[in-house]
Every structure is written in structure tokens, then in C-alpha cells.
T-cell receptor, first 112, second 117 residues
Framework: GENVEQHPSTLSVQEGDSAVIKCTYS??????FPWYKQELGKGPQLIID?????GEKKDQRIAVTLNKTAKHFSLHITETQPEDSAVYFC???????????FGKGTRLSVIA | GAVVSQHPSRVICKSGTSVKIECRSL??????MFWYRQFPKQSLMLMAT?????????EQGVEKDKFLINHASLTLSTLTVTSAHPEDSSFYIC?????????????FGPGTRLTVL
């Protein structure tokens, strides 16, 4: 089955700097890659997603890149703000009704 | 759009009692709902996949007789933790997929914090 690895597990950046979180997946059939932000005591919130027919997607300060050949995808947050501090999870699935497989998460701390 | 609610948000119960958690898709019909459990500082662990009108599919190691799932309509799924014990204390989160569009996308509820004394 699918296995998703996520790095780093923790990340601290200064406010205004960029943050990059990387994930790799094992199943070449996976074609859907969402990223979720989870704040303490809350459910995960979808922040951006990408499908395998696209190499890059951007939404304001957030971007995701996908390298299908290498089977890895990354989340990029620019101009980080303290409110970006949270746990971020990547996930992968082969689509349809199959469940998402999650990475172990990255705890991002943005230091003011 | 794509709002998922859970009720209750927090529950404390005595050991041996049963607890029901509701998951609703408020503004869309969900083909499939998923139930996850999350322990502190860990990732989400899929417990089961729930399809409307059919039996849930449980992940390996999850006891179907202990975690009863009912998906009676396209907007409601329930998880009942039967004979709860302290080790069942956890954060339970549901998610739902939109029946009509963006079938891959999962929208998560706010979670239910279960504490078993």
C-alpha cells in the first residue's frame, strides 16, 4: 500500500522567512496530493491540493510542487506570519473513494 | 461550502459506558465519510470508511464491534464507542467527500475530544 514520508518533523522560521515541507510517496498510482493545516484542538483544514496532471499550484503565499518522476511533493509558504504556526500534514491517494494516506506531520513555529 | 460538523465537540464519560459521535456534512451530500483517531502529537489514524447505505470498512486492528459506524444518510454518519475504556480516550475526527464535485477532496470536521475516566 501507499506510504507517505514527511520531513522535517519540526520547523522553526523567523517571521517573514519562507518555510518548505517535503513529502515523498511510494505508490506511483497516487494522483491526488492535499495539504492540511491543523491548529491545536481543531480538525485539519485543507489549505491546498494538487493533482498529478499539474506540476505546481499557487494560492497567495502558499504553493505546492509535484515531481511525479521522483514521487515527491512540497509545500512552500512565503512571508510567514505567526498565525501560520500549526501542524501541517501532507497526504496522498489514488483518488475515487480510496482513503488518504497521511504523513506524520510537521510542527511549524513562526517566531515573531 | 464544504462544511463538516461534529457533535459533541467534547465528551467525558465513565468507563464501561457508550458514546455516540455525530458527523454531518452541512452543505453537500457525502458519498463517503471517514473516521480517524488522533493521539497527542501524532498523525491521523484511519479507523474506518463509511459509505451511505452499506456496511463500513474497518482498518486492520480496529474492532468493528467496539466502534460501531452507521451512515444512514448522505449527510450523516455516526460513530459509537461501545463499552469505552480509558485507552479509548482520544481525538476523533471525521471527514467527508462531496458526492457531486471534487470527489477526491476530503473535508474534515472539527473533531471530538473523548475522555474516558
Amino acid at each position: 500500500g501507499e506510504n507517505v514520508e514527511q520531513h522535517p518533523s519540526t520547523l522553526s522560521v523567523q517571521e517573514g522567512d519562507s518555510a518548505v515541507i517535503k513529502c515523498t510517496y511510494s505508490d506511483s498510482a497516487s494522483n491526488y496530493f492535499p495539504w492540511y493545516k491543523q491548529e491545536l484542538g481543531k480538525g485539519p483544514q485543507l489549505i491546498i491540493d494538487i493533482r498529478s496532471n499539474v506540476g505546481e499550484k499557487k494560492d497567495q503565499r502558499i504553493a505546492v510542487t509535484l515531481n511525479k518522476t521522483a514521487k515527491h511533493f512540497s509545500l512552500h509558504i512565503t512571508e510567514t506570519q505567526p498565525e501560520d504556526s500549526a501542524v501541517y500534514f501532507c497526504a496522498a491517494s489514488i483518488g475515487g473513494n480510496t482513503p488518504l494516506v497521511f504523513g506524520k506531520g510537521t510542527r511549524l513555529s513562526v517566531i515573531a | 461550502g464544504a462544511v463538516v460538523s461534529q457533535h459533541p465537540s467534547r465528551v467525558i464519560c465513565k468507563s464501561g459506558t457508550s458514546v455516540k459521535i455525530e458527523c454531518r456534512s452541512l452543505d453537500f451530500q457525502a458519498t463517503t465519510m471517514f473516521w480517524y483517531r488522533q493521539f497527542p502529537k501524532q498523525s491521523l489514524m484511519l479507523m474506518a470508511t463509511s459509505n451511505e447505505g452499506s456496511k463500513a470498512t474497518y482498518e486492520q486492528g480496529v474492532e468493528k464491534d467496539k466502534f460501531l459506524i452507521n451512515h444512514a444518510s448522505l449527510t450523516l454518519s455516526t460513530l459509537t464507542v461501545t463499552s469505552a475504556h480509558p485507552e479509548d480516550s482520544s481525538f476523533y475526527i471525521c471527514s467527508a467527500r462531496n458526492r457531486v464535485k471534487s470527489a477526491d477532496t476530503q473535508y474534515f470536521g472539527p473533531g471530538t475530544r473523548l475522555t474516558v475516566l
